[in-house]
């Protein structure tokens, strides 16, 4: 019995070695070794039974883009629209995240934007007294008090004025109104006393149920009397700041980058403010041709608030295409009611008129290509803008397109920027 156990041992033993000598005859690297051996007539050692080879499946080769086999199961399109997903999802959370910080410190950000659109527009005046060997703060201080003087005196003038043409507006804006009562009961409508007495005392009744909310709206506007203030306040303190020492402030931002991008920073940088400075004297040149285009036309015709009408339409001019539309809006109301439809008519055809020289001549002429920017990013811009903060949103937005622009476009250039002069100082200085 035990002998017939060992026979059977044996044998199992030398299938398991006929099995090993086989599966390395087979292999030619095993093959190779084993023509190197120094003991080719050494019998090998009994071992475990040969693992058997994987899959073939299994040894293909993986996809650059795969790090496993179970991402390489996944079809290509659908792993690149993936990776387009989370990377745009992170993208968009950081865009909110900056959104609503900037909305919880507008108190502070919309005064630092309109300083820096100030700053670009009176920077020229100050070049100019620096070159007659005016020190800088005093230089800076002449031109912003010079600056906010003029902006005084033409509100002063605009609000004397707007209360000498409030009667008479108001003495023809009734007699238009009882024109209007007349037309709606000849006319085609043919409307009795007793509905137009209806529809009016329909407006008085939602006048008497909306009062609170007005009143309430009339109290928030005097609360941020305070806020306006302060901005008015931050808005002179960072203009004179901004204007005096600009490239100082420039220069410790761009030693707060890595050595390796200062230079192409301060490039973009550069770049971008000399877009700001032609895109605001260029709109402050277009806006002072359409405010005095329109206003000859509104002095030759007798318009009432020529002049508040005319300051309209250049405050207007900084808002492109929306805010020319709107101020030649009011200029031709206020001659609707004051002189009748015809006057209203010519009007209308001068402020369309105005409209056409500058979008098609002046601001192609006076801007050039260097802050061109297509229509539909600029209304894009304007809505955003007016949906985000407003007014001062709508101004602030293209300006900051227009520098967005010509940043990414300077950063995105391949070639090595130019070394400003300064920059070794400010690789000099890094810490």
Do not use: C
Request: net charge positive; aromatic share 6%; hydrophobic share 55%.
């Amino acid at each position: 019995m035990g002998g017939a156990r060992l026979r059977r041992f044996d044998e199992l033993r030398a299938r398991i070695r006929r099995a090993y000598a086989s599966g390395r005859s087979s292999d030619p690297s095993a093959g190779h070794a084993a023509a190197s051996d120094s003991h080719p007539a050494a019998t090998p050692e009994p071992g475990p039974p040969a693992v058997p080879p994987p899959d073939i499946e299994e040894s293909k080769d993986l996809h650059p883009s795969t790090s496993s086999r179970d991402d390489a199961d996944v079809p290509h399109a659908l792993r690149i629209a993936a990776a387009w997903s989370w990377r745009l999802i992170v993208i968009g959370l950081v865009a909110w995240a900056l959104v609503r910080v900037i909305g919880t410190i507008r108190i502070v950000i919309i005064p630092l934007a309109i300083a820096l659109l100030l700053s670009a527009l009176l920077a020229p005046m100050v070049g100019v007294l620096l070159r007659i060997r005016l020190p800088r703060s005093l230089a800076t201080a002449v031109v912003l008090v010079a600056g906010v003087a003029a902006v005084v005196g033409t509100l002063t003038l605009v609000v004397n004025e707007f209360i000498q043409g409030v009667p008479d507006l108001s003495r023809n804006a009734t007699r238009g109104i009882r024109q209007i009562q007349e037309w709606l009961k000849t006319g085609p409508l043919h409307l009795s006393d007793n509905q137009l007495n209806s529809y009016i005392e329909q407006g008085e009744r939602w006048i008497d149920e909306n009062t609170q909310s007005l009143t309430s709206g009339a109290v928030s506007t005097a609360a941020t009397v305070a806020e306006l203030l302060t901005g008015a306040l931050l808005v002179l303190f960072a203009t004179f700041f901004f204007l005096r020492d600009g490239e100082k402030i420039w220069r410790f931002l761009v030693r707060l980058l890595p050595v390796a991008a200062r230079w192409r920073v301060d490039d973009a940088g550069r770049a971008s403010w000399s877009t700001l400075v032609a895109y605001v004297r260029a709109t402050v040149l277009v806006a002072f041709i359409d405010a005095v285009g329109i206003g000859i036309f509104l002095v030759v015709f007798d318009i009432p608030f020529a002049f508040p009408l005319a300051a309209l339409v250049f405050l207007g001019a900084f808002i492109p295409i929306v805010g020319a539309t709107l101020s030649g809006a009011v200029a031709v109301l206020v001659a609707l009611v004051d002189s009748g439809w015809v006057t209203a008519l010519i009007i209308l055809g001068v402020v369309i008129g105005v409209q056409q020289v500058e979008g098609n001549i002046l601001q192609p002429l006076i801007m050039g290509r260097a802050v061109a920017i297509h229509p539909l990013a600029v209304i894009v811009g304007i809505t955003a803008g007016v949906v985000l903060a407003g007014i001062v949103g709508a101004l602030v937005s293209v300006p900051l397109i227009a520098v967005l622009n010509t940043a990414v476009r300077r950063l995105a250039h391949r070639r090595a920027p130019e070394v400003p002069p300064d920059a070794v100082v400010i690789a000099a200085k890094s810490p």
